[in-house]
């Protein structure tokens, strides 16, 4: 088991899947000559050279539809975004190439490719530069998306994605890159679509993914002082969600709360809420509870941006709510 | 000019030419008759949503394909029912896919907008204008990475040009020399805007000097004229791995879909008809048959063999069922 940070954990599988199969090429803003604007892609222009390690313009609509004509054509494209705010300009290749080509083709052409980036909040980027896309993503039928937390399970579930035969969207984030964490050695894969118990509990479930990850485990610890014993379920997948694993968790702890980066409104808590209440009800103590970011643009001032994002203390008192402790 | 006013040819046409040119006859005939078909089977109801037709633009996928190799890939926008019937679709397959039966080229989840045959290179049918510009150029990213010679030809209409697409793309296929033709059917209306009136810049080849990438304006009523220049660029695209603008000046016939007028408030009746004194299958029958290579006796019986395949063609799709309920949710992910 190495330790590696989640940005050296990306890195192996690049490295490791361009080595298994030749067909598979990444393309994006700045992933060659300068090494990846977050040094994802370090060294691998050394190793695979400028026709599979692809520089672009900054033409993010362009490169995402030239990855979805080359996955058309047989290749394997692994299509870097600087920032997920950025490939809103490239929604209409994810959402209307990429997503919608093997069901208007009849099952002709599948769209084995593979579109990542960090998504949400970093640290005083302010509104452009803060946001989190996945309940946009998740939305489309066509499309997989997975928000690994960890660097174990961001090797695991790249790898997962690039060897799909379908789009696959990673979303990684900003602040996780220089997180460190243990990865087993030799070949290691996530399975796309299975939730992770990253702390087991009894008394609640808070269920997280990405960054959250973070401030559910730092609110189960807070918990856990007060004599509270939190579950902590990492998504890890958000389409498809791993519905038994939400289920399972809920029906032992009958009360849940769901800690988000995105904002409130049609977000992917929303949806969990919506599995919670149809397939758990008679489990349930008290209603479903949503941490999310504020419902505004992100604020660039320090202590209003705290203000906005999820935190442990939010999470921790939505807990005792749903426990009604407070 | 007449036949006995002409200068006397230096040389007959070759046999293999004048096999071509009858073939381009025949392939712009079955386009055209398939189209009036289609326009048929929408009145009554048996087409649905949106269908744009190709009549009067025959010329252009005709004498484009026939510069091609079988394994060379088109893509298009949502006007493709000719590349598709050229690119070695069934004119069953294509009408049934219309009606939106099983035995459609796209299994009747495509529709109109959305035929493809990938195993004839023919990727698609795409909805959204100028989207699939780079998918065009994707493709022949791919055949470049592989070495496979391949060449992509990425049919669109001349609005496509104010997309950012397909400036993006443009610029793209330039910096990394990809062996794609970019071929421009401005047949001067994006729906019912005349292109002048949107763009600063009308002449579309002007715009290969900012990528500086090879062009050439084409006469696309004239099928033989298309075939060359589509030579010439596929010639480049093989050989150098070098992309082309072909902007090639057409004229369609009919209302931008189905469901919109011939002509009215954006453009005359007179002007259509002066248009239609352009036909390209007149022009190229007349060429022939001054020739002397087909009279019109021969003619006719071609036309009513078109005829009769566009029925049968008809009837197919009518004979044939609609998909099987389960097929709502297949095709959405593969394994």
Known sequence: ?326 | MTATARTPRQSAPSPQLTELHLKMLRQMLLIRHFEEKAAEAYALGKIGGFCHLYIGQEAVAVGALAALRDDDYVICSYREHGQALIKGISANAVMAELFGKATGCSKGKGGSMHLFDAKRGFMGGHGIVGGHIPLGAGLAFASKYKGTEQVTVCFFGEAAVNIGAFHETLNMASVWKLPVIFLCENNRYGMGTAFERVAAVTDIVEHACSYDMAAELVDGMNVLTVYDATRRAVERARKQSHPTLLEVRTYRYMGHSMSDPLHGVYRTKDEVEEQKARDPISHLAGKLKEDGVIDQAALDALDAEIHAEVEAAVKFADDSPDPEPGELFTDVLVD
């Open chain 1, 1 to 326: 088991m190495a330790t590696l940070t989640y940005r050296d954990a990306l890195n192996q599988a690049l490295r490791e899947e361009m080595q298994r199969d030749p067909n598979v090429f990444l393309m994006g803003e700045e992933v060659g000559v300068y090494q990846g604007a977050y040094k994802v892609s370090r060294g691998l222009l050394e190793e695979f050279g400028p026709q599979r390690i692809v520089d672009t313009p900054i033409a993010e609509l362009g490169f995402a539809g030239i990855g979805v004509g080359a996955a058309m054509g047989g290749l394997r494209p692994v299509i870097e975004f600087m920032t997920w705010n950025f490939a809103v300009l490239a929604l209409d290749q994810i959402v209307n190439s990429a997503a919608k080509m093997l069901y208007m083709s009849g099952g002709q052409i599948n769209m084995p490719i593979v579109f990542r980036g960090p998504n949400g909040a970093a640290l005083q980027l302010s509104s452009q530069h803060s946001q989190a896309w996945e309940s946009w993503l998740a939305h489309i039928p066509g499309l997989k998306v997975v928000a690994p937390a960890t660097p174990a399970d961001a090797k695991g579930l790249l790898k997962s994605a690039i060897r799909d035969n379908n789009p696959v969207i990673v979303l990684e984030g900003e602040m996780l890159y220089n997180l460190k964490g243990d990865v087993p050695d030799g070949e290691h894969i996530v399975p796309i679509g299975r939730a992770d118990l990253k702390r087991e509990g009894t008394d609640v479930t808070l269920v997280c993914h990405s960054k959250t990850l973070a401030v559910a485990l730092k609110a189960a610890e807070q918990l856990a002082e007060q004599n509270v014993s939190a579950e902590v379920l990492d998504l890890r997948s958000l389409r498809p969600l791993d519905e038994a694993a939400i289920l399972e968790s809920v029906k032992k702890t009958n009360r849940a709360v769901v800690v988000e980066e995105g904002w409130p409104h049609a977000g992917i808590g929303a949806q969990i809420v919506d599995l919670i209440q149809r397939d758990a009800f008679d489990d349930l103590d008290a209603p479903v509870q949503r941490i999310t970011q504020a419902d505004v643009p992100m604020p660039y001032n320090k202590l209003l941006e705290r203000a906005a994002k999820a935190s442990p203390e939010k999470a921790v008192a939505a807990a005792r709510r749903v426990l009604y402790l407070d």
